[in-house]
């Protein structure tokens, strides 16, 4: 849409229509700020009235409201909310750059440190937003904005959730982009701070990739997807970044990271681990040409080796002074650089033993500097290998404690592995291996006690320090299953099947989660629940495919199709 330079809203002058969606946004200029703004103006449908209209206003100031009582260098700025007449609008901090769907759909795939990096910085956003009380709930790359320089904006609260007030959203209404809702959104049930989370791992996932995670023909397709497809997780990415990526895309808040701090925390380390270089590195780039004895190399010859007369080409008469002056300058001084040229232009004797003295000199100075680096590199790259050894060598111990019993003895040596390991080493994720195991322990003893709390606690531990142990979420699994919550047991198999599918204990999750599912469908089938059933059916076809027990569901699926009906796409 044209503006004129001379429309106005509020006190802004409009220069231009930036975008336009379920709102106008404009590039104005504040006039008493002397500062260019990005105004957002509510854009309300003609036929639009009563109730309805009532809630699309309120929503736009509750926008204003959530992103307003933040301030945080990773959050947009909210200037001012106004009325004119019947116009509604937001003043706020204009963004020069891109946003990040922009660069994505420009490159592709981004960088893994340039990837890590943005999302702490929407993790720091985050945590903010959350620890004042505000649910994003639209989390996306639309909505996600890079700055010169390398900041990052979280923008656009238009659907946010201020969670100490009232929700305006109705039992059943589904607010969000559906490719970057979480499970819970799609299934519309209540939403927390970890649904910004999962919408964030989705983000994630995309910049890493260069694709999304849940992809489909139809809204349909990929909310289905959502709820029930583990995504396939990037191949030649640090084994860290995948443990974080399914972590923060589990379907089950609770095995999702529990707050954006957490997530900060791991992807921090992880940049970290990019970061430091391997043992025995050596940086490149630098070499050094061998000089002849006594010249220091500039690139050039020097005229005793050229053979060129100094001063030649100069304005130098053969055989002369430079210039072809007359005047010969003083002695030369004992220890400087003013030494006249000699006979013929030559430099004088004393002048060529001077700067084979220097470059000498500069010669021994730089192996010097060499030697002390090189020692100094070797002597990191022992201690190095040193800290690992020793780490690896009270792991070994701990997992002997641990095979004998001994729980406490096994989390002290990993603990102290942990303390001794260099940061990001191989050492250090043993470590950390290791003291889960040691909760999964830990969680198997409370159970044999009768304290399914212990149990509950421990096993959630060893998930929080090992995202891809499959025997904690299988564990976690059998407990829920005791305790007749058999839909959160199947959940936890399904997140075993994910943390690791090739280990015994997905195995195990695979096969109890079918049985479950069955079980479930079954139910929901007797009571007259046919659409319960054909989820758990599908849910069956997704976790054991080719199997018996998925074909018989696939067969339910297909008797259970209304007369008439045509598959969805």
């Not at 001063?311 to 006249?340: D, I, K, N, R």
Request: with cysteine; glycine share 8%.
């Amino acid at each position: 849409m044209a503006v004129s330079p001379n429309n106005t809203l509020g006190r802004y002058r409009i220069v231009r229509e930036i975008a336009r969606s379920n709102d106008i946004v404009y590039e104005a200029i504040d006039p008493q700020m002397n500062r260019r703004v990005a105004l957002k103006e509510l854009l309300l449908p003609p036929h639009l009235a009563g109730a309805q209209k009532r809630e699309r206003i309120e929503r736009f100031y509750r926008e204003a409201k959530a992103a307003g009582q933040l301030t945080h260098p990773n959050i947009v700025t909210i200037h001012e909310v106004g009325q004119e007449n019947d116009r509604h609008f937001i003043a706020m901090e204009y963004l020069e750059g891109q946003s990040l769907r922009d660069i994505l759909q420009m490159q592709g795939a981004l960088p893994l440190r340039e990837t890590i990096e943005i999302a702490i910085q929407l993790c720091e956003a985050l945590s903010y937003a959350h620890a004042h009380g505000v649910v994003h709930r639209d989390v996306k790359p639309d909505n996600i904005h890079l700055l010169p320089g390398g900041v990052v904006k979280l923008t656009d609260f238009g659907i946010a959730r201020i969670t100490a007030e009232p929700s305006i959203t109705s039992q059943g209404q589904v607010f969000g982009t559906p490719s970057y809702m979480s499970p819970e959104q799609v299934a519309s049930q209540s939403v927390d701070h970890r649904t910004d989370i999962f919408s964030l791992g989705i983000a994630l996932y995309e910049m890493v990739t260069g694709r999304k995670p849940f992809i489909g023909d139809s809204v349909i397709t990929i909310t289905y997807n959502i709820m029930n497809v583990q995504p396939v997780m990037p191949v030649g990415v640090p084994p860290m970044l995948q443990g974080i990526l399914q972590k923060a895309l589990a379907k089950d808040p609770s095995l999702r990271y529990q707050n954006a701090a957490a997530l900060s925390a791991d992807l921090r380390a992880q940049k970290l681990e990019l970061e430091s270089p391997p043992a025995g590195h050596r940086p490149t780039g630098m070499t050094f040409a061998p000089t002849p004895a006594g010249v220091m190399s500039t690139g050039a010859a020097p005229p005793e080796i050229s053979g060129q007369p100094f001063g030649q080409g100069s304005g130098a008469a053969p055989g002369g002074p430079v210039g072809g002056s007359s005047h010969m300058p003083g002695p030369a001084t004992e220890y400087g650089l003013s030494y006249p040229p000699a006979e013929g232009g030559r430099l004088s004797p004393q002048a060529r033993s001077f700067l084979g003295l220097l470059a000498s000199i500069l010669g021994i100075i730089i192996l010097l500097l060499l030697l002390v680096w090189g020692v100094g590199a070797a002597l990191r790259a022992f201690q190095y290998e040193n800290k690992q050894r020793a780490a690896f060598q009270m792991s070994q111990d701990a997992r002997q404690a641990l095979s004998g019993g001994d729980l406490d003895r096994a989390a002290t040596n990993y603990q102290n592995a942990q303390l001794t390991a260099p940061p990001g080493s191989a050492a250090a994720r043993q470590a950390t291996q290791g003291l889960a195991a040691v909760e999964v322990a830990r969680g198997q003893h409370a159970v044999a006690a009768g304290n399914p709390a212990a149990a509950q606690a421990a096993y959630q531990q060893a998930i929080d320090l090992d995202a891809r142990n499959a025997e904690a979420y299988d564990s976690q699994g059998l407990l829920r299953q005791g305790q007749g919550d058999l839909l959160g047991a199947a959940q936890s198999w399904e997140a075993a099947i994910q943390a690791d599918p090739t280990s015994p204990y997905a195995a195990d999750a695979r096969t109890n989660a079918t049985n479950v599912y069955q079980t479930l469908a079954s139910q929901a089938s007797g009571a007259g629940n046919v659409a319960d059933a054909r989820r758990y059916w599908q849910k069956i076809m997704v976790i054991n495919p080719g199997s018996n027990a998925a074909r018989q569901a696939q067969a339910q699926i297909v008797a259970t199709e209304p007369t008439g009906s045509t598959p969805s796409p």
